[in-house]
């Protein structure tokens, strides 16, 4: 028997605002833990982002940041991509099968300005 498998939205950051851009560092994406542990997510994880500021759409991996600072900061090549301030949406995907995915309801977040949940302040 064939196990069919889909990939579907596990996680998502709703309209984070960019804290910081940093060219030299090394590729990623730094998040405050606090907002990865509200969402699911986690350090070294595949996340797709998406900049309603301009249109960009690139995939980056995880690096926890601080707890409570509300970090959100491209680095690397990424860092291109954004400008401090703009608002990105975090995406992260998980492959499962098809009967599960009917009935998945991914964790989907959204912070304020100051990329904090009112239950964080």
């Not at 596990?10 to 990865?36: F, P, Q, R």
């Not at 997510?41 to 601080?66: C, Q, S, W």
């Not at 995907?93 to 912070?111: C, D, G, N, T």
């Amino acid at each position: 028997m064939n196990v069919m498998f889909v990939e579907v939205l596990k996680s998502k950051i709703h309209c984070a605002t960019v804290t910081e851009a940093n060219l030299h560092y090394m590729g990623s994406i730094t998040i405050d833990e606090d907002l990865m542990d509200a969402a699911g997510l986690i350090a070294g994880e595949r996340v797709h982002i998406v900049n309603n500021m301009n249109g960009e759409r690139f995939d980056t991996y995880i690096i926890k940041g601080p707890r409570g600072s509300g970090a959100i900061c491209l680095n690397g090549a990424a860092a291109r991509k954004v400008q401090v301030g703009d608002v990105v949406i975090i995406m992260a995907y998980a492959h499962m099968q098809l009967e599960e995915a009917k009935s998945f309801k991914p964790m989907v977040i959204f912070p304020d300005e100051t990329n904090h949940l009112p239950a964080m302040k």
